[in-house]
């Protein structure tokens, strides 16, 4: 399966980027692994892109539509120089966030000499830092040479499902839950810190079969990560999920699904009922609903959205179920029905109604 990455459109969008210009840098609140409240900076890096996409690709990946196939590691130095010129060496910043479109220690994506800058360079500024990687990266010999380098930071890993069947067939995502098992022993081994990625309804899913499995893969993986991010999908532009929404075969996620998931999941958290910071709390979860209210975004009927994501929000900080309370729209009776048509009927591809384009339409699309 290929996502449409080679069309016209995408290689002059492709060619136009600066390879000496880094694709964003901001800044944001974040909390250190200690709990404690810090400015953290995020460097998107302009690269060549992930191995997987250049072979395959997940279905839900637009990260191809920040990539050039030309950078070098000349031009990587010289983006992160200017992110670091642009924070003042990162004076005011506690944690550094290193995204590369793919994953920050392979080598065919990313020069060996520019992954030693950027680990060096953030051990010497005594940042936390955090990288993103696939599993088959993660082999020993890899982080005994990462961690000579930098003693401590934190991989993040787009696992998006722990489920087999899953990772083949609605993600595409070329790993098994074998290899992020054996990913999770090794950075155990070498004391790295471990954040999880999760996806919130794949492609090619009900509502309801997303919710079951998004409150059965936090309990999964919550014991052996430090943190779970549980994406919400949001459509990207050119991939295959991009596809099935101009189609009118996929929805976004409702909000409601995710605050229920939240309270589903909340116990595996919080075995004793606590919050963020509690002796009991098993690892920090955090959702982040990327265009929330949006129609490419998880969302809700258009009114109660600004109010369910700030709570959402709020939860990811404070880990307090409380942040629910008094949430109500009428849209929610309209989402708890799409559930329990979808337990009740043979409906595999669900049955929600997005809010995108006119009903009509979308009724004579079907
Ligand atoms: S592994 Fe990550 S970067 Fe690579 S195609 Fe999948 S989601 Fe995109
Ligand atoms: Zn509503």
Same mark, same amino acid.
């Given at each position: 399966m290929k996502a449409p990455a080679n069309t016209p459109w995408a290689k002059e969008r492709q060619q136009s980027w600066d390879a000496n210009k880094p694709?964003?840098?901001?800044?944001?609140?974040?909390?250190?692994?200690?709990? *404690?409240?810090? &400015?953290?900076?995020?460097? +998107?890096?302009?690269?060549?892109?992930?191995?997987?996409?250049w072979s395959s690709g997940c279905? @839900?990946?637009?990260y191809f539509n920040d990539t050039r196939?030309?950078?070098?590691?000349?031009?990587?130095?010289? /983006?992160?120089?200017?992110?670091?010129?642009?924070y003042d060496n990162f004076a005011e910043q506690k944690m550094v966030k290193i995204y590369t479109s793919g994953s920050l220690l392979e080598d065919r994506e990313i020069p060996l000499d520019f992954q030693e800058t950027v680990l060096r360079d953030c051990y010497e500024l005594g940042k936390e830092l955090i990288v993103e990687s696939r599993c088959e990266q993660l082999t020993k010999e890899k982080l005994l040479w990462a961690t000579s380098i930098n003693p401590t930071f934190t991989v993040a890993i787009g696992l998006e499902a722990y489920d087999d069947e899953v990772l083949r067939f609605h993600i595409n995502k070329g790993f098994s839950t074998r290899a992020w098992d054996r990913a999770i022993e090794n950075l155990r081994? @070498?004391?790295?810190? +471990?954040?999880?990625?999760?996806?919130?309804?794949?492609?090619?899913?009900?509502?309801?079969?997303?919710?079951?499995?998004?409150?059965?893969?936090?309990?999964?993986?919550?014991?052996?990560?430090?943190?779970?991010?549980?994406?919400?999908?949001? *459509? /990207?532009r050119g991939t295959v999920i991009d596809r099935l929404h101009r189609n009118n075969e996929y929805r976004p996620p409702w909000?409601? &699904?995710?605050?229920?998931?939240?309270? /589903?999941?909340?116990? @595996?958290?919080?075995?004793?009922?606590?919050?963020?910071?509690?002796?009991? /709390?098993?690892?920090?979860?955090?959702?982040?609903?990327?265009?929330?209210?949006?129609?490419?975004?998880?969302?809700?009927?258009?009114s109660c959205d600004k109010f369910v994501v700030a709570a959402i929000e709020r939860y990811a900080v404070s880990g307090d179920l409380r942040e629910f309370e008094g949430l109500s729209c009428g849209c929610e009776s309209i989402w708890r029905e799409e559930l329990a048509l979808e337990s009740a009927l043979p409906l595999p591809l669900g049955i929600s109604q997005s809010r995108r384009g006119s009903r009509v339409e979308n009724l004579r699309s079907l």
């Open positions: 694709a964003t840098v901001y800044v944001t609140p974040e909390t250190l692994p200690d709990g *404690i409240p810090c &400015s953290a900076v995020t460097v +998107i890096l302009r690269t060549k892109g992930c191995h997987w996409w279905t @839900f990946c637009g196939d030309d950078v070098t590691s000349e031009n990587l130095h010289s /983006q992160w120089e200017l992110a670091k010129q642009k081994n @070498f004391n790295i810190r +471990i954040k999880t990625y999760l996806m919130f309804k794949p492609p090619f899913m009900s509502e309801r079969d997303a919710l079951d499995h998004g409150v059965r893969w936090i309990k999964d993986v919550a014991e052996r990560s430090d943190e779970i991010s549980v994406n919400p999908m949001n *459509i /990207q909000l409601w &699904s995710l605050v229920e998931m939240i309270k /589903q999941a909340h116990p @595996f958290i919080y075995p004793e009922g606590g919050v963020n910071g509690s002796p009991d /709390q098993v690892c920090r979860l955090i959702i982040h609903p990327t265009a929330g209210g949006k129609i490419r975004g998880a969302h809700n009927c258009g």
